[in-house]
């Protein structure tokens, strides 16, 4: 449903060239969503639902769709690079506020990196050497750094082929499954048995959580806003599409797993996808499919990396965070203190942190996120611009609201703890950054008298 304005495009300025159409958005979306959290996650959630693992993805994708509904609505009425805390700030004009939602965002881009820092060196990288994991964790947080402060984040090229790769590696474990299957292998009254020690209900809303993060994808589209051709059409077309795109392989994958492999097995596994490849039985090197899972996964840490990095350069642009954060390097201009302080905290919760806890707390953290862009939906309905855009019901992101709160509700202490750190640790830049702020509006003031 749109708003029928028919006026001109309100956002038709100067600024970054409009040349997206719907394919490439499309394409852009499924990749960003398709990332590495299947690779590592099926497991974890086996361990809660046993062979159900359909459900949570089910769940977590009604919760996705319903929050897609919100951004499709925001993006295509203010189509501008800047996300939730952008809607958050014209719903509320707070800049604390504001900050903070930029913050979490910042937050869980150092914890999913995080997460996949552990995800790489677990049962993937052991199939090809015997090295230790938490040494190598950090020396590959160390080269996303580099890689990172070298500027390679206009190296769309190169993200497009990973993002071949790791759907590729997907689409082989599907096939494997459906082969082994039709040659009447595995066991497929698996996919109904719930984990034998967890109440069904519970284990699925629990397991919803980690399957959520493997929908977390579409935030970042919302910082492309301002290069695509026609946002009120393209939008809505290629986030719906890439979600159902993305929730298809994703049960694909669920079932085709639970079949071929035990759940009891993939509890265990910080590799699960390369036990289905192993079990299935057929010629597939495990070395190659390793290769790919590590690909995957190097590819998602690298872009959230980068995610957080220039968020935090942005915030301090914007005068809400320290000015250091700012500091670009002279000749590659890459935000270097920005980039440095992502790769410390991201190596700390490397060496403090578990797959799990750290994938839930980036689902906690994006729920926040989430729920801030849906409060903020329902402000600014009353909010008229002159041109047309995607609208949802209310409804809708009411139900957004409900289901985020169902979630957070199955989060644990120590995640909750977590994100409180995360709120001190904002809190405390956020008024250095305006105390620096202030001296400088004092200086400017002293000097021109």
């Given at each position: 449903m749109t708003n029928e304005t028919s006026a001109p495009h309100a956002d038709e300025r100067p600024g970054l060239k409009r040349a997206i159409g719907t394919p490439l958005l499309f394409a852009f979306i499924v990749g960003d969503t398709l990332g590495a959290g299947i690779y590592t996650l099926v497991g974890t959630m086996a361990d809660d639902v046993g062979g159900v693992i359909w459900l949570p993805l089910l769940i977590a994708l009604v919760v996705a769709l319903l929050t897609a509904g919100t951004y499709a609505e925001l993006i295509t009425k203010y189509p501008h690079a800047g996300g939730a805390a952008r809607y958050v700030d014209k719903a509320f004009g707070i800049p604390f506020l504001s900050f903070l939602v930029g913050f979490l965002m910042m937050a869980s881009g150092i914890t999913t990196a995080a997460a996949l820092a552990n995800a790489f060196t677990g049962d993937y990288l052991a199939a090809l050497f015997d090295i230790p994991p938490i040494p190598t964790a950090i020396v590959f947080i160390l080269l996303l750094t580099l890689i990172n402060l070298r500027g390679v984040r206009e190296s769309l090229g190169a993200n497009l082929v990973a993002s071949i790769i790791e759907v590729t590696g997907l689409v082989i474990v599907i096939?494997?499954?459906?082969?082994?299957?039709?040659?009447?292998?595995?066991?497929?009254?698996?996919?109904?048995?719930?984990?034998?020690?967890?109440?069904?209900?519970?284990?699925?809303?629990?397991?919803?959580?980690?399957?959520?993060?493997?929908?977390?994808?579409?935030?970042?589209?919302?910082?492309?806003?301002?290069?695509?051709?026609?946002p009120s059409k393209s939008y809505p077309r290629a986030l719906f599409g890439a979600i159902i795109t993305a929730a298809v392989i994703y049960l694909l994958i669920a079932v085709g797993a639970v079949i071929v492999v035990p759940p009891t097995e993939l509890a265990t596994s910080t590799g699960p996808l390369l036990e289905v490849v192993t079990a299935s039985g057929f010629a597939v090197p495990t070395w190659l499919f390793s290769l790919i899972a590590l690909v995957a996964i190097a590819n998602g840490a690298l872009l959230f990396m980068v995610m957080a990095s220039r968020v935090g350069y942005g915030l301090a642009e914007s005068g809400l965070l320290p000015r250091a954060f700012g500091r670009v390097l002279p000749r590659r201009r890459t935000p270097w203190v920005s980039i440095l302080v992502v790769a410390g905290a991201t190596m700390l919760l490397t060496v403090l942190g578990d797959i799990g806890t750290l994938a839930e707390t980036t689902v906690l953290l994006l729920l926040l996120v989430f729920l801030s862009a849906n409060v903020s939906v329902l402000v600014l309905k009353k909010d008229r611009v002159e041109h047309k855009h995607f609208s949802v019901p209310r409804v809708v992101p009411v139900l957004a609201i409900i289901a985020s709160i169902v979630l957070l509700t199955q989060q644990t202490g120590p995640v909750w703890l977590a994100t409180a750190g995360y709120v001190v640790v904002g809190t405390v830049l956020f008024f250095i950054a305006r105390a620096g702020r202030r001296r400088a509006e004092r200086s400017k003031a002293s000097s021109t008298n």
């Open positions: 096939v494997l499954a459906a082969m082994v299957l039709g040659s009447g292998g595995g066991e497929p009254a698996r996919i109904f048995e719930f984990a034998p020690d967890v109440p069904p209900l519970q284990g699925a809303f629990a397991a919803s959580i980690v399957a959520f993060f493997s929908f977390l994808g579409f935030e970042a589209a919302a910082n492309m806003a301002e290069e695509v051709k026609n």
